[in-house]
């Protein structure tokens, strides 16, 4: 299972054009059982890793996240700040209150 293997290629019914198929997918047409069998297989182990996989699927969420933050903060810089102020002072808040009730 490795990420540089190729992209598998399906054809498209209406135009005959090339279109990416997901690792997890089985493609379509095939008659050996053999070959259908392992397709499957392969398919299967592949949406397993893609599933199980959390520290990758961490990293493609911060990775939005951070493309988000980044588109917010070029159309709304004033905001962006004002949002960065606030959990500056919601992250203080949190602290100051766990240090107050800890040390009584």
Do not use: H
Not at 16 to 37: F, Q, Y
Not at 38 to 56: D, F, S, T, W
Not at 78 to 95: F, H, I, K, L
């Amino acid at each position: 299972m490795s990420s540089d293997a190729p992209v598998p290629v399906s054809r498209d019914a209406v135009s005959g054009a090339a279109v990416p198929m997901p690792r997890t997918a089985v493609p379509l047409g095939i008659s050996d059982p053999v070959e259908k069998a392992r397709a499957e297989l392969k398919a299967a182990l592949a949406a397993i890793e893609v599933k199980a996989n959390v520290p990758r699927r961490l990293a493609v969420s911060i990775d939005n996240g951070v493309e988000k933050a980044r588109t917010f903060s070029r159309r709304n810089p004033v905001a962006a700040v004002a949002a960065v102020v606030a959990g500056a002072a919601a992250v203080g808040a949190a602290v100051w209150a766990f240090v107050r009730s800890y040390s009584r």
